[in-house]
Structure formats: C-alpha cells, structure tokens
C-alpha cells in the first residue's frame, strides 16, 4: 500500500506538477489546495487521499482507472 501511494504521489510530481507553470496553477486547475500541491512534491510521507486523487484525474480529463494503469496499478 504504501508503495502504491509513493508511485502515485511520484507520479503526479514529475510528470504534472512540474510541468505546470506554477504549484500555485496547478492547484487552482485541478481544484486542490496549493498546500496539497507542496505536500505531494516534497514530503516523502506525503499520503495521497482518493479525493484528491479523483479531483486531479477529473480536472485532466482522465478517467481514474486509466490514471492506475498508467501507473500498473
């Protein structure tokens, strides 16, 4: 479980967050708080709610089964 949380939270780091203009953008597109944003970039520990996950999936327009099987979940 908390391998999949730490692939999850990676995940969305390097591959969305940093590609955004700022933490603060992504936050605001993808209706999540910008401590969550700052959270899931830099606390190791960081554990990821399915709430914030599904709001994430929903703003990208991915559906949250394609989202883990992107990640082989």
């Known amino acids: 479980m ?3 949380n730490r692939k999850i939270v990676n ?3 390097n591959e969305w967050i940093s590609q ?3 933490q603060r953008s992504f936050a605001l597109d993808h209706g999540i708080d910008e401590k ?3 959270s899931i970039k830099n606390d190791e ?3 990821i709610s399915l709430d914030t996950i ?3 999936c929903e703003a990208r327009n991915i ?3 394609e989202f883990f099987r992107l990640l082989g979940l």
């Open 2 to 4: 908390i391998e999949a």
């Open 11 to 13: 995940y969305i780091a």
């Open 20 to 22: 955004a203009k700022s």
């Open 36 to 38: 969550t944003v700052r």
């Open 45 to 47: 520990n960081y554990k």
């Open 54 to 56: 599904i709001k994430i």
């Open 63 to 65: 559906r949250l089964s």
